[in-house]
């Protein structure tokens, strides 16, 4: 079993940068490929980025690509998603989640794929 708990959300302007983290209990937390999801207002949840349990392999969607950036310690049971350039459209909640995976580079792209979600953290970027 492991508990996601995600921080660092808040109001933010155009322009401007956030972290956000996300703390893994549970053990085998460095066996786990993680990712970040968001939810904006009348859509649907979607994919924001992945990071392999190694972290030797990232992936974004498009949209954030060159702004965001994924990295974990695995240390310290964290992951993290650097917001930098931040736009309104980027305004939502934003999941953390983490995949049992069997290989250290192996990603996850999908909500199906992964196991375990946070509650969210509100993301509010104005213009």
């Known amino acids: 079993q492991v508990q996601l708990v995600e921080s660092g959300g808040g109001l933010v302007q155009a322009g401007g940068s956030l972290r956000l983290s996300c703390a893994a209990s549970g053990r085998a937390f460095s066996t786990y490929a993680m990712g970040w999801f968001r939810q904006a207002p009348g859509k649907e949840r979607e994919f924001v980025a992945a990071?392999?349990?190694?972290?030797?392999?990232?992936t974004y969607t498009d949209s954030v690509k060159g702004r965001f950036t994924i990295s974990r310690d695995n240390a310290k049971n964290t992951v993290y998603l650097q917001m930098n350039s931040l736009k309104p459209e980027d305004t939502a909640v934003y999941y953390c989640a983490a995949g049992r995976a069997s290989f250290s580079r192996t990603l996850f792209r999908r909500e199906s794929e992964y196991d375990y979600w946070g509650q969210g953290t509100q993301v509010t970027v104005s213009s």
């Open positions: 990071i392999s349990w190694s972290a030797g392999s990232t």
